[in-house]
């Protein structure tokens, strides 16, 4: 069984370009925990910007990362 800790750091493996939105997600916090919650939720905001712009890559690397959590 997965822990929570190991969530993000899988969905950064699996979806490199993620990265980038997340490292502004965790700026925008500015150290403190933001939760699970909303850290899948800018996971979920990045997936629908893959998908509007067409990177449906990162959308099945995403949907990939998620179906093996």
Known sequence: MIEESQI????????????SRWQQHRKWWRGEEAGIYNDLAELAHFVVDSYAAGDMESVQAAFDAAENL
């Open 8 to 19: 993000i750091p899988l969905l950064l493996e699996r979806c490199p370009k993620f990265r």
